[in-house]
């Protein structure tokens, strides 16, 4: 049976029993309006943990100016119902002064370096520094033995590693792969805003990162595989922030040079914007 919880106090004596009988305790953090992608996540710490949580807290303070906070749907009593059937055993629903009691402006901020200072980094100025805020406040309120993130977020992922290594929080973190529709598409709760005539369009997205990995790996210079998929998008309608081949620690590889690569790209396509990603080693 799901249990929902909008008190810190009794998160922390409900987490705290648990841990007393010996219990592993595992974590998913969401901002809601979930899909079969979130539950994956919740299945998964199931299987690294004895209890799971799942937060559902939509974070004012990783949308910039011009973005969609106030277009982010909420849809609570769904959200239940997916993680229950998901097999989470507490919903945890933090209000913003609970996550931020002296407002989301005046708060203590956690900022990562390095990692968050390309592709999503800028392209979204403050972006990350909110993701890794509001993370360390989950961590510290959920005290969780694993934390899963999904890998469609790539930078995202890469973010919270290096946060978690650099502060030493005693958390397992675990990367879950990414679920895609039929035609390819990876879900997204941004998916929804996709007219009729642009849902399809949507899945030439990972065409396109599964052509760059084919150029790559065929000892193409990177740069010209890039500028060829970004030529390829826009040819199809989408408004591309970034296509980027990466080592894993989103550095820039040497051509020539193997080892393990991931492809990201960025693009709006009408007024939705899609990220995707492709891990492959070249």
Do not use: C
Not at 85 to 110: F, I, K, N, Q, R
Not at 198 to 224: D, F, K, T
Not at 266 to 274: D, I, K, M, V
């Amino acid at each position: 049976m799901l249990e929902s919880v909008t008190d810190l106090a009794v998160l922390r004596e409900q987490v705290a029993g648990w841990k007393r009988e010996g219990l592993r305790v595992g974590f998913v953090p969401t901002m809601g309006n979930l899909h079969a992608g979130h539950h994956s996540l919740v299945r998964l710490a199931r299987e690294h943990a004895d209890r799971v949580v799942a937060s559902v807290f939509v974070n004012p303070t990783q949308f910039g100016p011009n973005e969609d906070f106030a277009r982010y749907p909420r849809t609570p009593d769904a959200d239940r119902d997916g993680l229950a059937a998901a097999g989470a055993d507490l919903m945890w629903l933090p209000s913003v002064d609970t996550m931020y009691p002296y407002g989301a402006a005046a708060a203590v901020e956690v900022r990562v370096p390095v990692v968050t200072a390309v592709l999503e980094g800028a392209h979204r100025p403050g972006h990350f520094d909110g993701v890794a805020t509001v993370v360390s406040r989950l961590f510290h309120q959920v005290q969780p033995d694993v934390a899963v993130f999904g890998r469609k977020d790539y930078q995202q992922l890469a973010v919270i590693r290096r946060m978690v290594r650099d502060l030493a929080f005693p958390v397992a973190v675990l990367a879950a792969p990414t679920l895609r529709e039929a035609d390819g598409l990876a879900m997204s709760s941004r998916n929804q805003f996709l007219s009729a005539q642009e849902r399809p369009v949507a899945a030439g997205i990972h065409q396109v990162l599964q052509g760059v990995r084919a150029a790559i790996q065929s000892g193409r210079s990177r740069g010209e595989v890039e500028e060829e998929a970004r030529r390829r998008l826009q040819a199809s309608g989408f408004q591309v922030d970034y296509v980027a081949v990466r080592t894993p620690d989103l550095l820039e590889p040497d051509d020539g040079v193997g080892g393990a690569r991931v492809a990201l790209v960025a693009a709006r396509l009408g007024t939705t914007r899609l990220i995707d990603n492709l891990e492959f080693d070249a």
